[in-house]
Structures are given as C-alpha cells and as structure tokens.
C-alpha cells in the first residue's frame, strides 16, 4: 500500500518560511504525478503544487506561484514545498498526494482537476499576522 507521511508544519509569523516533507512509500509504478493540496476552514480543497514524474513539469497555484517550490529527493522517497514569504490567507491543512498515473504534465492536470487516489494525513500551517 502507498503510504504518505507529511510533517513540517506549525506556526509562523506573516512574512516567514516553513518547509512541509512528505515521505513516500509502497510505491510500484515509476510514473506518477505527486504534490500538495491544502484546505483552509470553510473553503473547499486546492491543488498547490504538483509535479509530474515523467516529464519533470511543475504546476502552481496562482496565489502561491513566486513564494512556493515543489522538490523532490528520489534517494530518500521525500517530496518538499519550501514556502517563503508566508501569508495569513496560506493558513490550512496541507495534505501531501499521489496519483499513478502515464499522462505527461499530469502534474498539471491533476492539481487543477483533482482526482488523485493515495492522500496522507494532513499537516496544519498557520500563519498569523
């Protein structure tokens, strides 16, 4: 079974960083597209970032495009969102997701639309003003 751990989050000032790992495991495909969604209280799910395993491209959410980057380290299963310059509107649970999946730039595709199959636990970012 595919299993996501996601950590990293916690309290910041307005104006700070926070860095959310999410590590992989239970993988069995080599092509899948993989990222970080987040849901703040009354508001609906979104895609922040993801990125797709055959071709590399990355997608952003308008409002995090500039402040945010998706990495990845392959040696140890571990996907990053390095988030700088942090908002009080970025305050949510951000869940780390994985979806297999042989469709280029599904990265893309998959942060706009959704539909992705293995989700972690969530890690909650709050950032006060």
């Known amino acids: 079974d595919v299993q996501l751990q996601a950590s990293g989050g916690g309290l910041v000032q307005a104006g700070g960083s926070l860095r959310l790992s999410c590590a992989a495991s239970?993988?069995?495909?080599?092509?899948?597209?993989i990222g970080w969604f987040r849901q703040a209280p009354g508001k609906e799910r979104e895609g922040v970032s993801c990125?797709?395993?055959?071709?590399?491209?990355?997608y952003y959410a308008d409002s995090v495009k500039g402040r945010f980057t998706i990495s990845s380290d392959n040696a140890k299963n571990t996907i990053y969102l390095q988030m700088n310059s942090l908002k009080p509107e970025d305050t949510a649970v951000y869940y780390c997701t994985v979806e297999y999946t042989y469709m280029p730039n599904s990265g893309n595709y998959y942060c706009i639309n959704g539909g992705m199959d293995y989700w972690g636990k969530g890690t909650q970012v709050t950032v006060s003003s």
């Open positions: 239970g993988f069995t495909f080599d092509h899948y597209a």
């Open positions: 990125v797709s395993s055959r071709d590399g491209i990355t």
